[in-house]
């Protein structure tokens, strides 16, 4: 880009003399002096200038400024966000089911008839039930930790993937296609992650990820240890 920026600015250079040039000689010309040879072609855009700049010009158009991998690092961080999100639904739906535990303390507690009459007595006054809707949102926050953990999981795996990336890289600069804005989608059950960039450019990577995943052990494992 620096180098489009450089024979660019020397063309620039090369006009902007031209015109200063051309006032001093319709000056000169009405006070009856000669111009020197060669005074204008100064100004001259030469063959060389012509050349660095053309050649500037397809350097720029044949780069790659946003890879696969960037795409992906992007996808990782959005959905990141999202599981953020997600992660605090949770928890606030984990508040509101907290009441079990204390019924759950108190039907521990309850030994004798007596302590079991008093528990049986508080429940009665204080309605310790748990709503549908209460469920609802609790289980609904877990989808979302689900889905957001495992496509940020996705994301970044795929894009550590040089295999998956060169791949894809090279499919994009066949076609003719930026993969700045492309929407990216993960799918666990078939493990295929597909790029789609507008209506020129659409394609699935299947197999690519599949060592990257975890199971319910070794989940829980990495709760416990964080």
Not at 64 to 75: A, C, H, I, R
């Amino acid at each position: 880009m620096q180098n489009l920026q450089g024979s660019a600015q020397a063309i620039l250079d090369q006009i902007a003399a031209s015109q200063d040039l051309a006032v001093g000689a319709v000056y000169s010309a009405g006070q009856g002096d000669i111009l020197a040879t060669g005074v204008m072609q100064d100004a001259e855009i030469s063959d060389q200038m012509v050349a660095e700049y053309n050649g500037a010009l397809q350097a720029v158009l044949d780069a790659t400024y946003y890879n696969s991998q960037m795409l992906f690092e992007d996808e990782h961080e959005e959905a990141m966000a999202n599981l953020d999100t997600a992660v605090d639904d949770l928890v606030a739906a984990s508040l509101v089911l907290m009441e079990v535990q204390a019924v759950a303390n108190m039907a521990a507690n309850a030994d004798t008839v007596q302590e079991q009459l008093v528990a049986q007595a508080a429940l009665e006054t204080t309605d310790m039930s748990i709503s549908t809707a209460d469920v609802s949102a609790y289980n609904t926050a877990l989808g979302a930790v689900q889905t957001y953990a495992r496509d940020a999981g996705a994301f970044l795996a795929a894009s550590r993937n040089t295999s998956l990336t060169g791949a894809s890289d090279a499919f994009a600069a066949t076609s003719g296609t930026s993969l700045y804005g492309a929407n990216v989608a993960y799918s666990a059950t078939a493990d295929i992650i597909n790029i789609s960039a507008g209506q020129a450019f659409g394609i699935g990577f299947q197999g690519f990820l599949t060592s990257n995943v975890v199971t319910l052990e070794e989940v829980y494992a990495a709760g416990y240890g964080s």
